[in-house]
């Protein structure tokens, strides 16, 4: 028999009530085996059950119950990490708990404008393709090389509508499930560290209406910032390219990252990187010498 407990809209999300479809979503992400709990096989809901959330946690099911229907609006530090441990929440999927059950956790506003010592930097990466990109994965500068290894798509200007807005996405991205879900985990924790930044709501929204995919993986509440991966792109012109992907956070402009590709020395998609540059060169050189060029 399910617990009582699990009556009401169980599955639905609450208008204004972030903090409770935030638990809800990932409370069906634990198993009952990942919490150390017997599974009779009997569950009528994916995940744990609210009363064990309670129980893990250490507070009584009422409470946990008027915490997810938004009816509990101030819960401690001390209940928020009960919670997180109970769930098991890794430290980036915590932090995005504590923004939503203590508003005053991280109110900072995202930067949009790249300062010159940066584009300095990034332009000095001859070598390898370099991109600064905001809050709400918006382009905002690229050298020479990134803007070549991106030129299959229609418009360069946000990672997450040119991955499931624009068509070629499924050709360059080899696995683009998985691209996929990473984009939308990294807007996740862009949102959580700046919970009120108009232009990550407006892509959001552009996005939910206009891609099922992007909406269902939003729905999942999955917190995961993108710091590094390896990367397997088709690209058209020089084929096979696996690369090693780094972000580094621009301290000095909050929001922002310098993302930096790299090859392995002497490897195939280093080489694939030499040609990439000799394209760029030549397409400049093309754009130079065209009578139509500023």
């Avoid at 407990?5 to 198993?31: C, F, K, P, W």
């Avoid at 206009?210 to 995961?224: C, D, H, P």
């Amino acid at each position: 028999m399910e617990s009582g407990t699990e009556s009401g809209t169980e599955s639905g999300t609450s208008g204004g009530n972030e903090l409770g479809d935030y638990l809800r979503a990932r409370r069906a992400a634990v198993t009952a085996a990942d919490a150390g709990l017997i599974d009779d096989g009997a569950r009528r809901v994916p995940g744990l059950r609210r009363d064990e959330v309670a129980l893990l946690a250490g507070m009584s099911t009422d409470y946990y119950i008027r915490l997810e229907q938004g009816r509990e609006r101030h819960p401690s530090e001390q209940v928020l990490r009960a919670i997180a441990g109970a769930l098991r929440l890794d430290d980036a999927a915590a932090a995005h708990l504590f923004r939503l059950g203590l508003p005053a956790f991280g109110t900072a506003a995202a930067a949009t404008t790249v300062a010159p010592q940066l584009l300095r930097l990034m332009d000095g990466m001859r070598d390898v393709p370099a991109f600064v990109v905001g809050a709400a994965q918006d382009v905002l500068a690229a050298n020479a090389l990134a803007r070549e290894l991106y030129r299959g798509f229609a418009r360069y200007d946000n990672l997450l509508r040119m991955i499931f807005l624009d068509p070629f996405a499924r050709e360059f991205y080899a696995d683009w499930d998985h691209a996929a879900r990473i984009a939308v985990g990294n807007l996740r924790a862009s949102s959580s560290q700046f919970p009120r930044d108009g232009r990550i709501e407006r892509v959001v929204g552009e996005l939910s209406v206009r891609s099922a995919a992007f909406a269902g993986l939003w729905a999942r509440y999955e917190v995961r910032p993108r710091t590094h991966e390896d990367k397997h792109f088709r690209h058209p012109r020089v084929g096979e390219l696996r690369l090693h992907f780094e972000a580094l956070a621009v301290t000095s402009a909050p929001g922002q990252h310098l993302s930096v590709y790299n090859a392995d020395p002497g490897s195939a998609a280093a080489d694939a990187l030499v040609l990439l540059g000799r394209l760029s060169d030549a397409e400049s050189d093309d754009l130079t010498g065209s009578p139509l060029a500023p």
